[in-house]
């Protein structure tokens, strides 16, 4: 998936979790949704997968969050 409007470098997902977030040692996304919401400490607060996702946006991506409630955050969401 692409989302040029989000992401504000050339980067995908994919070019740090590898082969889809399949693989071991390389930011696997497998088993993620039984992790969270969980305890962030540079935030100091509990987040969500959905903000978990965010930040990758905006940090790895240079890019703008997505809607929680959006088409986009559900198509990722399953992982
Ligand atoms: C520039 C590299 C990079 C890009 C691009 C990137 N991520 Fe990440 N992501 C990371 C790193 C590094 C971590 C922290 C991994 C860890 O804690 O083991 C992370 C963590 C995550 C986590 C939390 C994993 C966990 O175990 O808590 C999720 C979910 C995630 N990324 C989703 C995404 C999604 C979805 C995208 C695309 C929209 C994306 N990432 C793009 C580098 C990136």
């Not at 409007?5 to 740090?16: F, W």
């Not at 809607?67 to 992982?79: G, L, Q, R, V």
Request: aromatic share 8%; proline share 6%.
């Amino acid at each position: 998936m692409q989302l040029p409007k989000n992401v504000g470098n050339g980067l995908n997902c994919t070019s740090c979790h590898l082969n889809a977030g399949t693989t071991a040692y390389a930011s696997p996304w497998m088993g993620l949704a039984g992790a969270f919401p969980e305890y962030r400490s540079r935030s100091g607060k509990v987040i969500s997968l959905q903000e978990r996702i965010n930040d990758c946006f905006q940090r790895s991506m240079n890019g703008k969050p997505l809607a929680f409630d959006s088409a986009e955050m559900n198509a990722i969401m399953p992982i």
